[in-house]
């Protein structure tokens, strides 16, 4: 696939996280369409992987993603997110 198209997927991406990962309660629009719990956690499962295969020009809009998904929770709600291996654990 062409660059542009994903870089076109990739913004389409970004913005439809922007707008219904954790829509506000007064904007029924939004709501309605609301990200499910199973969806968010299969993105949540997926967007490391997504974020280091792709180009850079790509992985920039990608990144935006983890704001809105963390907000600086990141340990709490998405605690699978980049796990860091413990050197004291052999396995």
Not at 60 to 68: K, R, S
């Amino acid at each position: 696939m062409a660059l542009e198209n994903r870089l076109s997927a990739a913004l389409f991406f970004k913005n439809a996280i922007s707008k219904y990962w954790s829509p506000e309660e007064g904007d029924v629009a939004r709501l309605d369409k609301a990200l499910l719990l199973d969806t968010k956690d299969y993105i949540k499962q997926n967007f490391a992987k997504l974020l280091m295969c792709n180009p850079k020009k790509i992985g920039e809009n990608l990144a935006d993603i983890a704001n809105v998904i963390g907000k600086g929770q990141l340990n709490e709600e998405w605690p699978g997110f980049l796990p860091v291996r413990n050197p004291s654990n052999k396995t």
